[in-house]
Structures are given as C-alpha cells and as structure tokens.
C-alpha cells in the first residue's frame, strides 16, 4: 500500500487546505467557460504571488485548492481570485454583490502523509459528488499527475518525489493512493467540516486551559509550554494555521513542539 508510515512522514510547514464556497452554496460556475477563468485567474495570481498548487478541484459551487505559500500571502492571494472571478462572473451574468462567502476556510497542513491525504479527498470530489470517476474529470489537478504534465497549473514533483524517486512508480504509486478508500486516511473531510473559526477556538482554549489571555502562553517556561501546545494541537477543530495566529508563535516552532512531544510520549 503506497503510503508513508508515521515514523517516515516529515513535518511540512507552509502548506494549506482552502475551501472557496459559493455564497449560500450557489453555482458559482455555469459552464466550462466559467471554470477555465477561474484556472487562468489560479495562473495569474502565482505569477504574482510565487505560490505553488500541490492540487485543486473546481467544483460546480465550491473550490478545493492545496497550496504551499512560504511567502505567507494567503490573504492577498485568496482576495486576489475571489475578486478577479467575481467581476468576471457578475459581468457575464449581469448580477451584482459577492460571490463567494466572506470567510473562506484554511487548514493547515503539517507532515507529508497527511498532504497526501488531502491531495486524494480533493481529487474524490467529482465521485463524492456523484458527478463521473476522479479520472474523467476535467476540473481537478489529478489529470496533471497521471499524465506527468509539468506544464499544467499544478506543481506535481514534489508530491510524486514523496512516493518514489522513480517518476514511473511515482505516478503508480499516486494513482493506488488516490484509488483507495481506507477510512484511516479520511480525516481531510472531517477536518474542514469540522473546523471552528477563530473565535470559538480562542474561547475553546481559554475554557480548557482556565487562562484569560491566549497569549500568556507565550511567557510559559520551555516544558509547559510544550506540553500546553501539544493539547491544543489535539482539540477537535482547531488547525496548526489557527495556531499561529492565536498564539503569536510562528508555524515553524509550534510544529517542532508536536513533533517532539510526540516522540517523547511514544506516540
């Protein structure tokens, strides 16, 4: 089974799962027109931004997309499309307002193994939908990979180089992973549906921590800030992503502290 054990799988920073909806859940793309601005609008924002796309589906409502973003412009990058599409869309449909819902979803993504989780949940969109198997759909990065086509829109080594050295069994390699269904690795969904905002994290933390400020962890000695860090990191909803921001700690440092802490209890 093509997969990274955990004691295999390395620690990644800089790495998210975004969710872009529709307002309302509404269509937000009619027809294939529609869906391949919005990859030439993905095209344009990395030529501004230097972000890379590990994979995407463009969705009929929604868009999943997976990026690595070590220049950390998220925001300016999610502003970025949701605006260029819209004018388009509302353009075309003589319709006025947002689009997309206010707060797009994030979630941070923190070793390999589970990248590769959220690489095969992103590309079972079409066959979760009901819409045509992951092979046949045209809107996802999964055509880039099989293909070996580094001219598309998604950068593919750097995923493919995690499964194999050899590109052939990479891609061999790939297409097994995405294909399977093993419930171990189906927490992509649960996470982003499951996800709380920033504020009901914050208030989740100061509740289990009896603290009134989640900052004041910052100001812990080394040992009980570890162990304080590693609990938050095990609350359901709460993502690395939100981690650094609530905490004022940098993704770098909160993820070696998962890490050692996890090899310090065993686990």
């Not at 294939?32 to 463009?58: H, P, R």
């Not at 689009?99 to 949940?121: A, H, M």
């Not at 990191?233 to 502290?257: E, Y």
Request: charged share 30%; proline share 1%.
């Amino acid at each position: 089974m093509p997969r990274l054990s955990r004691s295999d799988s390395k620690i990644i920073t800089d790495t998210y799962h975004i969710l872009l909806r529709g307002i309302n859940k509404q269509d937000i793309f009619m027809d294939k027109d529609d869906k391949n601005k919005f990859i030439k609008c993905l095209t344009d924002t990395k030529e501004k931004y230097k972000y890379m796309i590990y994979s995407f589906a463009i969705m009929n409502n929604h868009v999943h997309l997976n990026i690595y973003d070590e220049n950390d412009f998220m925001s300016k990058i999610i502003h970025k499309l949701c605006t260029s599409y819209g004018m388009y869309f509302n353009k075309k449909y003589e319709r006025v307002g947002h689009i997309f819902q206010n707060r797009f979803k994030s979630i941070g993504i923190d070793t390999e193994e589970y990248l590769l989780n959220v690489i095969r949940y992103i590309h079972r969109n079409p066959e979760k939908d009901g819409i045509c198997k992951m092979e046949e759909y045209k809107w996802s990065s999964y055509k880039d990979y099989i293909s070996n086509n580094n001219k598309g829109i998604t950068d593919i080594d750097f995923v493919l180089n995690l499964l194999d050295s050899n590109r052939n069994n990479a891609i061999y390699k790939f297409i097994q992973y995405n294909g399977m269904a093993d419930k171990e690795h189906s927490d992509a969904e649960y996470e982003m549906e499951t996800k709380l905002n920033d504020e009901d994290a914050c208030n989740c933390i100061k509740r289990i921590l009896d603290i009134e400020n989640v900052l004041e962890i910052q100001n812990y000695k080394k040992e009980k800030r570890n162990e304080v860090i590693y609990k938050i990191s095990q609350i359901v909803g709460i993502s690395s992503a939100q981690m650094v921001r609530l905490l004022g700690l940098n993704q770098r440092t909160i993820q070696r502290i998962i890490k050692e802490y996890k090899e310090k209890k065993g686990n």
